[in-house]
């Protein structure tokens, strides 16, 4: 790919989603293009570039979706699955012990195992059974990701990774080539397709916010302006998580004690965009 197909390419990625494609990653993102380029019956990477340039919207939607990462497991980062259970979903049904209603949002769910395995927290401490309201919402940009982790199958090698047989045995279904998620489970997650750029005015009042391992793929002015509005959707007592490698500016979040986990920084104004 020549220098300058390579930065019309960096730039219509970034505009589109954020991420951020590097000159030295070069090899890596032609090799990602191949299967769209196939797709579209293109011969090579120069009949893709001239169509890109030409603005064919579909062709751009599959190379942007091409860059996406979607490496994910389930229960990925133990420790914090750990507090996520022990300590942060009881501190929030303590607050929300009134209304019994809890609003998640897997902001950046790729196939699924994330959601699924809050989903899996949350039955095995019988929240459903206790009456309580659970508003599961799964986001991603990717609508390949989203579509299998709307059908919740996974195979051996993806079921090996962070699931006991604990975990199998009671919530997920064995067949010939690997599990799929049990539809008790399975239902209670309403997936989306979202772009993380794109304006978070439908959503509201949210008490668990995952956007694990996402942030990473973007440069800090588009981190921040997501993370300004995920303190904007948050509700007061709400909690941000993020991947290891991650943090949120300290103007708009405080960590609670570690592993990613954040609650929003109280601020005597209300904020700027909460109150036009
Ligand atoms: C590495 S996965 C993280 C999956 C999961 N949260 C975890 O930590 O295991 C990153 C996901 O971010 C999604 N993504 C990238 N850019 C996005 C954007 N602008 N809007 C929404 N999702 C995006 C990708 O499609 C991908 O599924």
Known sequence: MLPADFTFLAR?????????????RRALIERRLA??????????????MRALRLGSEPLAAA???????????????????????DDIIPALMEARKTEKRLRIWSAACATGQEVYSVAM??????LASEGWTIDFLATDLSGEALARAERGHYNFYETQRGLSEAHLTVWFKADES????????????????????????????????????????????????ILERMADVLAPEGV????????????????????????????????LSAAV
């Not at 219509?12 to 030295?24: N, P």
């Not at 927290?121 to 019988?126: A, E, K, Q, T, Y």
């Not at 997650?189 to 916010?209: C, P």
């Open 12 to 24: 219509l990625v970034h505009r589109r989603s954020g991420i951020v494609l590097t000159e030295s």
């Open 35 to 48: 299967p769209a380029m196939h797709r579209f019956g293109f011969k090579d990477l120069s009949q893709v």
């Open 63 to 85: 190379v942007t979706e091409a860059m996406t990462v979607g490496e994910t497991s389930f229960f990925r980062g133990a420790d914090f699955f750990r507090r996520l259970g």
């Open 121 to 126: 927290i949350l039955d095995s401490i019988g």
């Open 178 to 225: 690997g599990h799929a998620v049990t539809d008790n489970i399975r239902r209670t997650v309403t997936f989306r397709r979202f772009n993380l750029l794109d304006s978070y005015g439908w959503l509201d009042d949210i008490d668990l916010v995952l956007c694990r391992n996402a942030l990473i793929y973007f440069d800090g002015a588009t981190q921040t302006s």
């Open 240 to 271: 941000l998580c993020l991947g290891d490698a991650e943090a949120p500016p300290k103007r708009l979040f405080q960590s609670l004690s570690g592993n990613g986990i954040y609650t929003r920084v109280k601020t005597a104004q209300p904020r």
